[in-house]
């Protein structure tokens, strides 16, 4: 009879307990539900990539990244400013690279924060700007300056006073979409920035009217955007980082949710822009076989078309590749190159102007020989192998090129890189996570929070 009262008592207590654990569980649920009733807090803290050739800024709102479109309604900024030359008093942000004019400033971010040597002067041998010294009273060193002239007019500005234009706009860009003035943001920067190149970086945005609360390493930034600093089986990743006008490789090592570069290495003249320009030489040698005897690095106008084509001829060449380097069976290997009807009069043209895949890559194969160079690099640099490396993540629209991704996944074992998120917009993903973390916005373990803080 005791057992059986023992037993009964216990049967009771376990029945007070359940009702507890019911009830709290309960108050858990319509605390939850009352919450979301209510509105996200405002956003008070966006993430920024100014980059060399492209901009992007990001919002963690509501649980999702929100990259934000700018004025034109795109998410990618060109990091260009353009004077026009019937006017000459007002500068406008953003313009496309395929359109620029002898009164464009761009490349800003490779002069930003350097000295003023001779191997950052011969940086500007293809630019419509001359690159000039200045001494810099923040840092009290000699600095570039960008100059040009307008109307006969001269124009000068600093590297970051290009980039304070840039980020201003893709200010007034999250303000309009966040409804309110947003004060604080978080930089992405590259690996291979020193401390003067991080403050002018910093200075850039604080003149736009932002308090930066933190500046972050771009391969960080990326490896955040792929949600790999909450993956227990990831421990060493490689950040293939190829934009409009650089190169970045980085090996980052994760231990315990912190992320560590452990080498790091690139190629400053290669990208986008360079894969432009030996399309552009092809596509004047084809026009120049069917019209013997016209220049047409003479005419303006026309050279600003073909620019226009070999961007456009480059991404239809390319936009349908997975993320091995793969294409679709039936998918084109061919474009055709578009002329307005008055430039094929004017050219005489015999026919249409063909580019196949073929011909674009190997017309660049010097440069994918050289894409390769800072993996090698890096690998080598701390004595790893290919296989060693759990994650391959792709960063910069450059990375889009089916070339590109083929030679890394065969590089790496016939693993596929990993192309989850937009190229063009990681970095700014990343940017997104640290502010919202920064901010209360979204809720992280400490060690991943200090991976940033320590990368």
């Known amino acids: 009879m005791r057992a059986r009262a023992r037993v009964c008592v216990l049967g009771g207590v376990c029945v007070c307990v359940c009702s507890v654990w019911s009830l709290f569980a309960v108050c858990i649920l319509a605390a939850a539900a009352v919450q979301k009733m209510f509105p996200a807090p405002p956003v008070s803290c966006i993430g920024i990539d100014l980059g060399t050739t492209f901009s992007c800024v990001a919002v963690f709102e509501d649980g999702e990244i929100s990259v934000i479109n700018n004025r034109a309604g795109v998410s990618i900024t060109p990091s260009i400013l353009h004077v026009p030359e019937d006017d000459g008093t007002e500068v406008v942000v953003g313009t496309s690279p395929a359109k620029l004019s002898t009164a464009s400033l761009y490349d800003a971010k490779r002069f930003i924060g350097k000295r003023y040597v001779l191997d950052v002067t011969t940086m500007n041998h293809a630019l419509p700007f001359d690159v000039v010294p200045f001494m810099s009273k923040l840092r009290t060193q000699l600095e570039p300056r960008l100059y040009l002239r307008v109307q006969g007019q001269p124009l000068s500005f600093a590297p970051e006073d290009v980039g304070t234009l840039i980020v201003y706009d893709l200010k007034l860009s999250a303000e309009e979409y966040a409804g309110r003035e947003v004060r604080n943001t978080v930089l992405a920067v590259p690996v291979g920035f020193n401390a003067l190149q991080i403050n002018a970086t910093r200075q850039s945005a604080a003149a736009a009217g932002f308090n930066v609360l933190r500046t ?18 990831v421990h060493t990743v490689l950040v293939y980082d190829i934009g409009g006008g650089t190169l970045d490789v980085s090996l980052l090592n994760l231990n315990n949710g912190i992320f560590e570069v452990m080498a790091a290495s690139g190629d400053n003249r290669l990208g986008g822009q360079d894969f432009n320009m030996l399309l552009l030489e092809y596509l004047i040698a084809q026009v120049s076989a069917q019209s013997p005897g016209i220049r047409l690095s003479d005419n303006e106008e026309a050279m600003r078309i073909l620019r226009d084509e070999v961007e456009r001829v480059k991404v239809e060449l390319n936009e349908e590749v997975d993320c091995s380097g793969q294409f679709d069976e039936g998918s084109t290997h061919e474009v055709q190159v578009e002329l307005p009807e008055w430039l ?109 803080l320590r990368a």
């Open 344 to 452: 094929q009069i004017a050219l005489n043209a015999s026919g249409p102007i063909v580019v196949s895949r073929t011909d674009f890559e190997e017309l660049a194969t010097p440069l994918f020989s050289r894409a390769l160079t800072p993996v090698r690099t890096v690998l080598e640099g701390v004595g790893i192998a290919p296989s060693a490396v759990d994650e391959l993540v792709l960063v910069g629209g450059s990375s889009r090129m089916a070339r590109i991704r083929a030679m890394l996944r065969d590089f790496f074992g016939g693993r596929d890189p990993n192309c989850d998120v937009s190229p063009e917009e990681a970095v700014a993903h990343g940017t997104a996570i640290q502010a919202a973390i920064l901010t209360n916005r979204k809720k992280i373990s400490v060690g991943a929070s200090e991976a940033v």
């Open 216 to 233: 972050i390493h771009e391969p960080t930034a990326a490896a955040m955007a792929y949600g790999l600093h909450t993956r227990a089986h």
